[in-house]
């Protein structure tokens, strides 16, 4: 009786899943073991590696020796017979060197060692008195530093444009001295690290890279200048704000200085920016009886826009008005920049070492030499180190300065425009 109260499988299917035609068997059994009251039936399963065959093993290493002595017969010993007869070039010092341990340098160890003088013993003091006896040597030195002056000269293009272009040497004064004392030397410490150790060591530096170092840690100069605009800029507000209180501040020799040479950077900017309409007839020029006359045009023009006053024209009044306040901005930075620039060069000159920073043993070459060009002459002030190692002059411890320049021909200045007074 109990068999028509029990559902069956099938109809416990059909009632869960209608689409269970469509489904696999297996979960349809799931579901009729479950609902029937039977557990699933869960069985341990083992994964076993295949065992390793001492033939598999044997075959592999007899695969790979194989292919190992094939690979260094063809590719490895042509290489090494190739190298073999390369190297019987090459002197057997070049196998001895050993590559330099790795040195880095700590911070705040460089030093400068005490300059002594040059000894009657020393290889340098010797090669002075050799040159020194020289004097067809000494009088190629000069030429050699004259014709060198002139290639420069005639290779730099703001020369060429004020004195011309074919140039040659007309004077010279060179002096030649053979300094009693070498440049100054310094050292710095730092950890060495080598294939046998790691060793604190003191390594010898050279004065240059001393100096280039200390100006981009410590860029004294850039510091000066920043300052000088800021006292500058706050001395100029100061002014400004006491002028609108009434109070007059006393205006230093300094600042006077200062604003005379802004006086003047002016005047040149405007004689230079002065143009000239075609058929070589100057511009109308500002004056106190009343604004410049305008031609014909322009009255259309200010009819036309008087027509229409509420709106605002992009070219003739945002423009302007953007410019105006662009060059206000402009001059009140003026004298503080000028400051900061004057400050700069002034401090670079001074922290500039005092001594030339020559190669060891190099002689020293200094004095004049005036080049004529088509329309000028130019006289130059050279201080040149000539190394007898290189038998070469040092380019990095030359010293170029530009000292006259004298027109062949001397022009009128233009006359300089009365400016508006009032």
């Not at 009819?303 to 229409?308: Q, T």
Request: positive net charge.
């Amino acid at each position: 009786m109990f068999r028509f109260i029990k559902p069956r499988a099938a109809t416990i299917r059909t009632r869960l899943q209608p689409g269970a035609s469509s489904l696999s068997p297996l979960p349809m059994r799931l579901n009729a073991q479950r609902y029937a009251g039977l557990g699933p039936n869960i069985q341990t399963v083992r994964f076993r590696k295949a065992p390793i065959k001492a033939k598999n093993v044997a075959i592999t290493f007899i695969v790979t020796y194989v292919c190992f002595e094939i690979y260094s017969r063809l590719v490895l010993s042509p290489l090494d017979k190739a190298a073999e007869e390369a190297s019987k070039h090459i002197p057997d010092e070049e196998f001895q060197e050993v590559e330099p341990p790795l040195f880095i340098p700590f911070p705040g160890t460089t030093k400068q060692l005490p300059v002594i003088p040059y000894k009657g013993t020393d290889p340098e003091f010797q090669e002075f008195i050799r040159l020194s006896k020289d004097a067809k040597l000494l009088d190629k030195l000069r030429a050699d530093l004259a014709e060198f002056m002139r290639n420069f000269a005639s290779k730099t293009t703001v020369l060429r444009a004020i004195a011309g272009k074919s140039m040659k040497t007309r004077r010279v004064w060179l002096d030649i001295d053979f300094p009693s004392t070498p440049p100054p030397s310094f050292e710095r410490s730092g950890i060495e690290i080598s294939d046998d150790a790691i060793s604190w060591v003191t390594q010898p530096v050279d004065a240059s890279t001393v100096y280039k170092i200390r100006n981009v840690l410590w860029p004294v100069a850039l510091f000066h200048s920043s300052w000088s605009f800021v006292k500058v800029l706050a001395a100029e507000e100061f002014k400004n704000v006491a002028g609108i209180f009434g109070v007059q501040v006393p205006t230093s020799p300094a600042q006077q200085s200062m604003e005379q040479l802004l006086r003047s950077q002016k005047l040149v900017k405007e004689m230079n920016g002065q143009q000239k309409v075609p058929g070589g007839i100057q511009g109308p020029l500002t004056t106190k009886d009343g604004p410049p006359q305008q031609p014909l045009g322009d009255k259309s023009k200010e009819m036309g826009d008087a027509a229409s006053p509420g709106k605002p024209n992009l070219k003739e009044d945002i423009l302007p008005a953007l410019a105006n306040s662009v060059k206000d901005i402009h001059s009140s930075f003026a004298k503080p920049i000028m400051a900061a620039k004057v400050k700069y060069v002034e401090m670079t000159k001074k922290l500039r070492p005092k001594q030339n920073l020559h190669p060891r043993g190099s002689i020293k070459v200094s004095g004049f030499v005036e080049i004529e060009a088509e329309r000028a002459f130019l006289v130059f002030d050279v201080i040149a180190a000539w190394d007898p190692k290189k038998q070469d002059y040092d380019a990095e411890s030359m010293s170029l300065v530009l000292r006259r320049v004298q027109k062949k021909r001397q022009h009128p200045i233009n006359r300089i425009p009365r400016m508006p007074t009032g």
